[in-house]
């Protein structure tokens, strides 16, 4: 499947062999990456919605990082 590099708009193939998918190299993931960093790129919506959670998701959140410190608990190092 052919993809235009979101960064140069590069023609590229799509596949695992490109270990730089969606980009074209190495330096368009970089740039990519870099705004990002910068604030360059944004995702519209309420910022702080991310931030708050239900009680039914702190709950889930709990459980799993519980069950989590229990099986590493039966692990040796």
Request: glycine residues 10%; aromatic residues 8%.
């Amino acid at each position: 499947m052919k993809v235009k590099c979101p960064t140069c708009g590069k023609e590229i193939e799509y596949s695992s062999a490109n270990p730089w998918r969606p980009f074209c190299s190495e330096r368009c993931k970089l740039i990519d990456l870099g705004e990002w960093a910068s604030d360059g790129y944004v995702i519209e919506g309420d910022p702080g919605s991310a931030d708050r959670m239900t009680p039914e998701e702190l709950e889930s959140v709990a459980r799993y990082t519980a069950e989590r410190e229990e099986r590493k608990g039966g692990r040796r190092r």
